[in-house]
């Protein structure tokens, strides 16, 4: 209906000045993300560490180790980590580093390092919207599990990635969400994204059928037809600075660009 449609394109238009208003305050007091700091990282893991030093190859190291039950500030439902690899050359290789916590798990295959050498793949799978929300301090009323896919090129200091995101028994302001879906890319400390969210419709009520509409069921009979419904489709293209914590990479522009169409 008409007024719930405006109603909801109502509170994106008001999210999105909430974000605006959001992202002024970051850059005033320099923070750009609320996770906590990494001395706050606690936990035990156990495993094997081989270092060797040539003048040909400089420190060179392998590794296979596991941890369970780190505590990450706030953060400290029972997970476990496993990290598998090697360091050649400056570069850091994960085959693969994985967190998993109940059903919810972050896996990254591929290489870091502070050259312009990254590559890897991504995978976040039943992450919870809730946790993502506490970390980006989003004011969105939304639900549900997050699963996304990403490859990540670039360095530590200039991140890229693009990829592809979707939600799973979702709700927003209580109001199930059918599917939602969206494509991004992260580039030069730039987000942008593309995407759609489809609602469910109120039923809308059917004329009575009349006996001349029924097939051949007996005469004087009338029925009411199934109430037909039309989902919602929410369609989003947004584009706004985002500074990762190790990045050094800025903006070129400090504006939120945001298009909702119902």
């Known amino acids: ?3 719930s449609n405006t109603t909801l394109l109502r509170q994106l238009q008001r999210y ?3 974000v605006a208003l959001q992202d002024q305050k970051r850059r005033q007091q320099q923070t750009t993300f609320a996770l906590p700091q990494l001395q706050e990282l606690d936990g035990t893991f156990f ?3 081989n270092l060797a030093v040539t003048p040909e190859a400089g420190l060179t190291a392998d590794f296979d180790l596991a941890g369970e039950n780190w505590q990450w500030g706030p953060y400290d439902q029972p997970n476990q980590l496993i ?4 360091f050649t050359n400056g570069v850091l290789t994960f085959l693969p580093l994985r967190f998993e916590a109940g059903d919810s798990s972050l896996n990254f295959a591929g290489s870091v390092g502070w050259g312009d050498d990254a590559t890897g793949q991504f995978r976040a799978t039943n992450v919870s919207v809730d946790w993502l929300r506490n970390v980006f301090k989003l004011p969105l009323d ?3 599990n997050l699963n996304a896919s990403a490859a990540i090129t670039g360095s530590l200091q200039t991140p890229r990635a693009q ?7 979702a709700s927003l302001n209580r109001m199930p969400i059918q599917t939602a879906a969206a494509q991004f890319i992260y580039n030069n400390a730039r987000l942008g994204i593309v995407g759609n969210m489809q609602l469910p ?3 809308s009520a059917q004329p009575p059928v009349t006996e001349d509409e029924l097939p051949e069921t007996g005469a004087g009979r009338t029925a009411n037809a199934a109430p037909s419904s039309t989902p919602r489709l929410i369609s989003l293209r947004g584009s706004l600075p985002y500074r990762l914590p190790q990045a050094t990479v800025e903006p070129e522009r400090d504006d939120i660009e945001l298009e909702i169409a119902l």
């Open 163 to 169: 990829g592809s995101i979707s939600l799973s028994e």
């Open 47 to 49: 495993g094997e560490i």
């Open 201 to 203: 419709e109120e039923p």
């Open 1 to 3: 209906s008409q007024p």
């Open 83 to 86: 990290a598998q690899g090697e």
């Open 142 to 144: 939304i639900d549900g």
């Open 16 to 18: 999105a000045e909430i």
